[in-house]
């Protein structure tokens, strides 16, 4: 069965640092998220992403990060200059339109860790 | 604007004994609503999806959710515990009802399940 995978699992880095964090959405799949989950805190929608733009952010998707579809496979976010509060679980999520519904397959996530 | 409010934030519960895992949600049209399950250290996996078609959904492993409009309420439950349900549970509703939406997640309930 076709897979969400993201790279790398745990990611640690130094504040101010840039990190870039990379997605495989599934094949077919038009459409791409970004999501995040801080330490004991619900997930958290930063932005979504189709036909080489993004559609939507919140709020928390400020000028530090940005999105990108370098390739036909890979989806990646980056954040210019890491923060503590960065700190976060970031799960990539891709979704094809079935017509009826907008179902969401999400990758594993990757644990970013600011020092 | 969509919400979702998971009542309890844990709910214990010893094996082979029902799971009820409690979910209002908030929509300004017939909403898409979805549980997802995440598993320590794991990702975010589809236990079951509302998309309009019938107000009892069943979802994998047992689990299944209703539906009522008149109660803005979807809950999650299963008739008969086992040791591996133990994992956060997240009530979730589509932004929009078409593609590429973002999904709202509730704040999560922890079920705990007793020898």
């Known amino acids: 069965e076709p897979e969400v995978t993201q790279t790398p699992s745990h990611q640690v880095t130094q504040m101010g640092q840039e990190v870039i964090l990379r997605c495989v959405p599934i094949?077919?799949?038009?459409?791409f998220y970004w999501y995040r989950q801080i330490l004991g805190q619900k997930v958290e929608f930063l932005v979504s992403?189709?036909?080489?733009?993004?559609?939507?952010k919140s709020e928390i998707f400020d000028d530090q990060f940005s999105v990108e579809r370098p390739d036909g496979s890979n989806f990646t976010l980056k954040i210019r200059s890491t923060k503590l509060e960065d700190s976060a679980m970031y799960f990539c999520a891709s979704s094809a339109w079935t017509g009826t519904y907008n179902e969401q397959f999400f990758g594993p996530g990757t644990r970013l860790t600011v020092l | 604007a969509q919400s979702v409010t998971q009542l309890d934030s844990h709910v214990s519960v010893s094996e082979g004994t029902p799971v009820l895992l409690r979910c209002n949600y908030s929509s300004s049209y017939s909403p898409s609503l979805f549980w997802y399950v995440q598993h320590p250290n794991k990702g975010l996996q589809l236990l079951l999806k509302y998309t309009s078609a019938a107000t009892l959904v069943k979802g994998i492993n047992g689990f299944e959710a209703e539906f009522k409009k008149s109660e803005t309420s979807f809950h999650l439950t299963k008739p008969s515990a086992h040791m591996s349900d133990a994992a956060e549970y997240f009530c979730?509703?589509?932004?929009?009802?078409?593609?590429?939406?973002?999904?709202?997640f509730g704040q999560g309930t922890e079920l705990s399940v007793k020898p």
């Open positions: 094949s077919n799949h038009l459409y």
């Open positions: 979730v509703v589509s932004d929009r009802d078409n593609q590429g939406g973002k999904l709202i």
């Open positions: 992403f189709y036909n080489n733009e993004i559609s939507e």
